[in-house]
């Protein structure tokens, strides 16, 4: 086991799978050289040579459609987007044809591309970057999408991601790089569609994935203090959503809070909210409460604090949940 | 066989608007549109095999192009895209190429599919609704179509450094229009080749018109010239010359494998036809334009060469005897066409386990709850 933050997790699966295929191939803006931005490719391309670690021109569509076309020749591409708001120039080869291709072909060729994306939140950054996209690919048939929180994690999923066949927008919560973890680099690549469960409880259940799994974890704690008992499920993947996990458990405590840093208008929490409603009518005690950002575009650093969801805003919403159809609505 | 150099596109072009810059130069030419042999086309002297081979495959071209037409026109094809008028600049250019060079076409290259072996079931299965692409890439080196303009360009792109990491000496070929042509994954794709200098060869058809948007409308300068602005060396051609595309993409395509960088072909051609065969072309330009581009119909022109270098017209008639075989077997193939099941569809979005899967089970349900079940 070795304490690593997960940025260097993330660094030490490219690595490995580099070394374990040599059809993978990392492209990116200044991946090579510099390490990327992150620097989660720090020292790849040192080991393994301009040929296989690609510094690209400033050109999203370019890094996804060259890595499509990479792809039909028999290559592993793992693309490198620089930040989540930047991803938006290549949509067009993300959806229209990344994502459709093998369906078009009848399954006749497969497209084994990765696209990591430093997402969410947090760093106090400047306009585009700090956005939560992931309900755009989520929306789109052909696309897995796979959000980390944690080292271990981090490492089991990228290298499952980086093996499997299918197109991967693979989410990095980029406040998280620096936070560290155990992490065992013998861990077997991580199943892509299980959600986990990373707390068990008796009276709530808290979904979350990426950035949100922290504030997750510390509300939980928080309620458990005051006796609240209070699971929580790191969904991990975002699409395929593991139904089954979050209305096992949700069955088992009567109640569900979903987080996410994205608006909880058409989030992916509507669609946990939908799933668990349809599976889990009978159990509910309460409606499923959602906590995420506002419907506004990202805002000045200044005020990003209060406008993504904080451990106290999942209090309360553990509190609707618990209060529900009693008279005093608010605690 | 050795020939002098065809002209390329000189590296800074001279500027349009100086008065004293050299008089426009003209695309390569080698038959005029009167099919007599220009100076350029005697000084080469004409491979007269080569010449047949094209003009046969353009006569094919033609008459699977103008059934499909029929076919849409009796309601047995949704939707047709005609490559009428653009047979030299495709059947030319893909002559030119080894079989193991790999294209990506946009949507318009039929006489190119046919050239590389697609059957008309093939071809036509996208248009007539039953399909997203027709054939499997791998067969002949050619990709499906690609319906949102100039993506593909990026796609050959990457197409072209695998094969360079994988010390393949194939060149990548890639077609887009002159509409495509200002489309940003167009402008990446030429500054990706050029940047990592790969053996990637854009062919452009200058079909003159984007639906109803003329060139004058797309290009600030003309193509050939703004490849010289990427880096990519470019060769200007009459597009309604077989021979005059087969002999530029030929040097072309050849530089390109011989490591001398990417490089464009501007094939100037004619959309004889809509854009599509829900188009109607009479709104947005003339009769006068249409028949001067008739006058310099690519097989007229060559049937003419031809006939002046001797081939008798019992040569010709075999050949037309044989469009009109094509045109059968695309008519009764078209007829035959059958499409999948809306279930089938379900295990094919996804390499590895999908719970997509499971909503086959729930369509299946359905068609049973509604009596409709296999």
């Known amino acids: 086991m070795a304490v690593l933050p997960l940025g260097k997790a993330l660094n030490l699966a490219m690595r490995r799978s580099l070394a374990e295929d040599d059809r993978v191939l990392v492209l990116g803006e200044d991946i090579g050289t510099l390490g990327g931005v992150f620097r989660v490719t720090d020292g790849l391309a040192a080991e393994f040579g301009a040929n296989r670690v690609i510094d690209t021109p400033l050109a999203e569509s370019g890094i996804v459609g060259t890595a499509i076309g990479l792809a039909l020749r028999g290559f592993r591409p793992v693309c490198e987007i620089q930040f989540d708001g930047f991803v938006y120039p290549a949509f067009d080869q993300i959806v229209s044809q990344l994502a459709k291709m093998r369906a078009r072909s009848r399954g006749r060729v497969q497209l084994p591309v990765v696209i990591r994306i430093p997402a969410g939140g947090g760093i106090g950054a400047v306009e585009h970057h700090s956005e939560s996209n992931e309900a755009y690919f989520a929306h789109t048939a052909g696309l897995r999408v796979v959000s980390c929180s944690n080292p271990q994690d981090g490492y089991r999923l990228l290298r499952a991601a980086i093996r499997s066949n299918d197109p991967i927008v693979f989410f990095e919560p980029k406040r998280a790089y620096w936070d560290k973890g155990e992490v065992d680099l013998d861990a077997s690549p991580a199943s892509l569609d299980r959600a986990l469960v990373l707390r068990k409880g008796r009276d709530c259940t808290l979904i979350a994935h990426g950035p949100s799994v922290k504030v997750a974890l510390a509300a939980a704690e928080a309620a458990e203090e005051d006796g609240v008992s209070v699971g929580v499920v790191d969904l991990r993947s975002i699409s395929p959503l593991d139904v089954e996990t979050l209305q096992r458990c949700v069955a088992e405590t009567g109640r569900a809070v979903v987080v996410h840093e994205a608006s909880t208008f058409l989030g992916i929490g509507a669609e946990i909210a939908a799933a668990i409603t349809e599976g889990c009518f009978r159990e509910l005690k309460a409606p499923v409460q959602r906590v995420g950002a506002y419907q506004l575009p990202y805002p000045p650093a200044h005020v990003e604090d209060a406008f993504l969801p904080d451990v106290d805003r999942v209090l309360l919403a553990i509190d609707r949940s618990l209060n529900f159809g009693r008279t005093t609505a608010h605690v | ?374």
């Open chain 2, 1 to 374: 066989m050795s020939h002098p150099a065809l002209s390329q596109t000189p590296a800074v072009p001279a500027t349009r608007t100086d008065p004293s810059a050299p008089a426009a130069p003209v695309p390569v030419q080698l038959v005029g549109p009167d099919g007599r042999l220009t100076d350029a086309g005697r000084a080469r002297g004409v491979d007269v095999d080569l010449a047949r081979r094209l003009y046969r495959d353009m006569v094919r071209a033609r008459a699977l192009d103008r059934e499909a037409v029929a076919l849409q026109r009796q309601g047995e094809l949704s939707l047709w895209l005609q490559c009428e008028g653009q047979e030299a600049a495709q059947v030319g250019s893909v002559h030119a190429l080894a079989d193991r060079d790999h294209i990506f076409p946009s949507y318009r290259e039929h006489a190119v599919g046919l050239v590389r072996g697609l059957t008309p079931a093939q071809l036509l299965a996208q248009w007539c609704g039953i399909a997203h692409a027709g054939w499997d890439p791998a067969e002949h080196h050619l990709h499906f179509n690609s319906l949102v303009l100039g993506t593909q360009t990026l796609h050959a792109v990457g197409y072209a450094l695998g094969c360079r990491l994988d010390g393949d000496d194939a060149v990548t070929v890639v077609y887009f229009g002159d509409g495509a042509a200002s489309q940003g994954d167009v402008n990446e794709a030429f500054n990706w080749a050029a940047t990592m200098a790969l053996p990637v060869l854009f062919v452009c058809q200058n079909n003159q018109w984007a639906i109803s948007t003329p060139t004058s409308k797309q290009f600030g300068t003309s193509l050939h010239d703004r490849a010289a602005g990427f880096g990519l060396r470019s060769w200007w051609v009459d597009g309604n010359d077989a021979l005059a595309v087969h002999a530029v993409t030929a040097e072309a395509v050849e530089s390109v494998r011989r490591g001398q960088g990417p490089a464009l072909v501007e094939a100037e051609t004619y959309r004889i036809g809509g854009h599509s065969t829900s188009d109607d072309p009479k709104r947005y330009r003339t009769e006068e334009e249409l028949d001067a581009w008739r006058r310099r119909d690519p097989l007229t022109r060559l049937r003419t060469a031809l006939t002046d270098l001797g081939v008798e017209a019992d040569w010709f008639d075999a050949v037309d005897a044989d469009g009109s075989e094509l045109a059968a077997r695309t008519r009764a193939e078209c007829q035959a066409l059958a499409g999948p099941d809306l279930a089938d569809l379900f295990a094919e979005v996804y390499a590895d386990p999908h719970p997509v899967e499971r909503e086959r089970a729930s369509y299946e349900a359905h068609l049973e709850a509604t009596g409709r079940g296999r």
